[in-house]
DNA sequence: GATCCTCGAGTTCT
DNA sequence: CTCGAGGATC
């Protein structure tokens, strides 16, 4: 079948395309799209040269494996060439099922033949780089360029202290190279960009560009300071020592060399174990210290690789079973503005739904307009969105040779979307306030939830969908209407039948039972969250002590300063808010009087402060926090020199870590025990 | 005035 | 979880 002039051009134009992501990519260390977006494009050409052969020309971006070489590095012609590996399509359970498939047919197995044993190794994401020693020195550390010739990058190399200068060994072979990757630590690249950030530097986008960045700089001292890790994963040329039989015993070797291997490999029997090591790997994927791609399967046995041989450029014994991307296209369908508790307008952009990083994103916040507008987000533009480490989805940037003719730049409104009141901006600052208050529905609905909140006032089953039916519906426009529900009107609403109605009426009963701390949380006012009204409630012990307070009094509550004090004098100056309280208290939301028992408890933990991290064994999060506060100590978030213990349990993070850095005592949960009870 | 430590507030998806 | 900003401290 001859190939139409559309294919032609077609082919010319991916051709194209792709020549120029790969100079930005090699040359400029500044690629312009996804690895995902590039592969796709790659992929595309592939396909489109095997059906039709006769487009294959010999400049086309397919005949050669790596990329363009940068003229200013050393060429270094590689002994035995550094190939790259096949990628499997699917990167469910399917793919690690086919390799295995594939291998079983070209090797004549039937089913009645036992399962092939692999070794099932981490793909790391960062650059390959083959390092050649000689008689036991470091001769020479290579990129792989285009697999054939690659560029010289000794000195950068010799600067990564993973990288032995010397085998540990008392008699080396004549030749030994060894194939790898050089990355860099996520840790690591976070306090790189933090610098780069704090010098006015342009940042990088992930680890992988950094560390292709460093190992190719032309000064050697600059890659110094940058902290690179290598790890091997196989041999080039070797001169003098004997293989051994399998892939997996050559790792071996190389660790008794003292040459670094990821101890995250194993040997796998079988589908099935391919498929295990997938599955595990892909649920520690997020809490390694570093960027993978995925998993890399091989046959274990070196006779049967040689008799696999290779497939065009890919051997055929190995192939990379990668992970659903972390980093994806799509485009950006409408930025919305949302009116937040405090008025705030936070502007959202509305997504073509994309499956990234393991679940399907359709919304990602903006923050603010001067978030909009450095990143210069459009409607209609295609972006890259990112759902890392953290869960949360964000745009990375903006494909900016996508966009469209006739865009605009985004504007904050200057009418609140949702009631249409002058939107403010905040003294001289980022935020764009509406200046409705609780006439705007938005505010009035969200000031509910948090007045419900479980750890406001606690009114189950007073969600979202109920408050935006009951605020729409016109029966509560403020906190002292929920308690002036009666059953009728419930049932008046959709899908709210007696059943469901009395449950309502019955937590909102329960709720009226509180904590003074409690309360004042749930009133909402400005800086005033969960620990401020806790500091204030035991401070001053009585809801007519705070009332009281003028701005003088208020500055004795510790960790309350003039801005905090002029948001609660200035809610309390206004009449409403004293007739909502005066209100509520009449429909019977009520607390016991904290001073009596305050001062009668002991309080063994008074003065100290207490980190909780991980899962503890029988506690809950708020049941510690709880047990600790009763005791007279204090719970905060993050681990400082201030911090007095960590109580640790299973699964602890980084704030364990940075205890034990601080040197601050951590500590179990049956030590806290003994703790509380002053023993 | 600078720096560190916290807290408040907003956010996504299943 | 992360950013921004208030408060405390030196």
Redesign the pocket.
């Known amino acids: 079948m001859a190939a139409s002039a559309d294919l032609r051009s077609r082919a010319q134009q991916l051709r194209e395309e792709i020549a120029r992501h790969d100079h930005a990519y090699y040359v400029l260390d500044a690629p312009t799209i996804p690895d995902v977006e590039y592969d796709r494009l790659f992929r595309e050409l592939q396909q489109l040269e095997e059906r039709h052969p006769e487009l294959i020309s010999p400049d086309s971006p397919t005949q050669r494996v790596g990329g363009a070489r940068r003229a200013d590095l050393p060429a270094v012609r590689h002994a035995v060439p550094m190939l790259s590996i096949h990628t499997e399509t699917d990167s469910g359970p399917g793919g690690a099922i086919a390799f295995d498939a594939r291998i079983r047919r070209k090797l004549g197995l039937g089913d009645g033949d036992p399962p092939v044993e692999y070794v099932a190794e981490l793909k790391f994401d960062g650059v390959a780089i083959s390092l050649r020693y000689e008689h036991g020195l470091l001769a020479r550390a290579a990129t792989r360029g285009d697999g054939e010739t690659g560029e010289d990058v000794t000195p950068n190399l010799r600067t990564i202290r993973s990288v032995p200068l010397r085998l540990a060994t008392a008699v080396a072979p004549p030749v030994l190279e060894v194939r790898g990757e050089v990355f860099m630590r996520r840790d690591a690249f976070e306090m790189l960009n933090e610098r780069q950030r704090a010098a006015g530097e342009k940042v990088f986008v992930n680890p992988r560009n950094a560390a292709a960045g460093f190992v190719r700089q032309l000064d050697a001292t600059v890659t110094a300071s940058r902290p690179l890790t290598f790890c091997a994963y196989g041999l080039g040329e070797v001169v003098g020592w004997p293989l051994p039989a399998t892939h997996g015993q050559v790792l071996d070797a190389l660790v008794a060399f003292g040459i670094p291997v990821s101890s995250r490999r194993a040997v796998a029997h079988g589908p099935q174990g391919l498929v295990d090591f997938h599955a595990s790997i892909a649920a520690a994927r997020d809490a390694l210290p570093f960027d993978i791609d995925g998993v890399v399967y091989k046959v274990n046995s070196l006779e049967l690789q040689r008799r696999l041989g290779f497939v065009t450029r890919e051997p055929a014994w190995a192939v990379a079973h990668k992970f659903p991307a972390q980093e994806e296209l799509t485009r950006v369908l409408g930025i919305e503005v949302?009116v937040?508790?405090?008025g705030?307008l936070?502007p959202?952009a509305r997504l073509e739904p994309v499956f990234v990083g393991g679940?399907?994103?359709?919304?990602?916040?903006l923050h603010n307009e001067d978030f909009v507008r450095s990143l210069d987000v459009r409607i209609g533009d295609t972006v890259t969105v990112r759902r890392a480490g953290?869960?949360?989805?964000q745009i990375v940037s903006v494909v900016a040779e996508r966009r469209q003719q006739g865009t605009v730049s985004f504007q904050m409104p200057a009418a609140c979307p949702v009631c249409g009141s002058a939107v403010v901006r905040d003294e001289a600052?980022?935020d764009h306030r509406c200046s409705g208050g609780l006439y705007c529905p938005a505010q009035c609905k969200q000031a509910l939830l948090h007045f419900a909140g479980r750890r406001a006032m606690d009114i189950e089953g007073l969600g979202e969908k109920l408050v935006d039916q009951l605020v729409d519906g016109g029966l509560v426009r403020s906190p002292v209407d929920l308690f002036r529900l009666d059953r009728d009107a419930l049932a008046a609403l959709e899908r709210m039948a007696e059943k469901s109605a009395a449950n309502v009426l019955a937590a909102i009963e329960k709720a009226k039972a509180t904590t003074l701390a409690r309360f004042i949380f749930a009133l909402g006012i400005?800086?005033?969250?969960?620990?401020?009204?806790r500091d204030l409630a035991s401070h001053f012990g009585s809801l007519d002590g705070l009332l009281a307070a003028d701005q003088a009094r208020l500055l004795e509550v510790?960790?309350?300063?003039?801005?905090?004090?002029a948001s609660i004098v200035g809610f309390f100056a206004e009449p409403h808010n004293r007739e909502a309280i005066a209100q509520l208290q009449a429909a019977g939301v009520h607390w016991p009087d904290g001073k009596l028992h305050a001062d009668v408890r002991a309080r063994p933990l008074a003065g100290m402060?207490f980190v909780l991290t991980g899962t503890l064994p029988t506690l809950t999060r708020e049941q510690a926090i709880e047990l600790i506060v009763a005791a007279g100590g204090?719970v905060?978030?993050?681990v400082?020199?201030?911090?007095s213990v960590v109580v640790a349990g299973e699964d602890a993070?980084s704030k364990l870590d940075r205890a034990r850095t601080l040197g601050v005592r951590a500590i179990d949960e049956s030590e806290l025990r003994r703790l509380v009870e002053g023993t």
């Open positions: 949302q937040g508790r405090t705030k936070t959202v679940v399907t994103v359709s919304n990602a916040t953290d869960v949360i989805p600052e980022k400005r800086h005033v969250g969960e620990r401020t009204a510790a960790d309350v300063g003039p801005v905090v004090a402060t204090r905060s978030g993050s400082s020199k201030k911090t993070g």
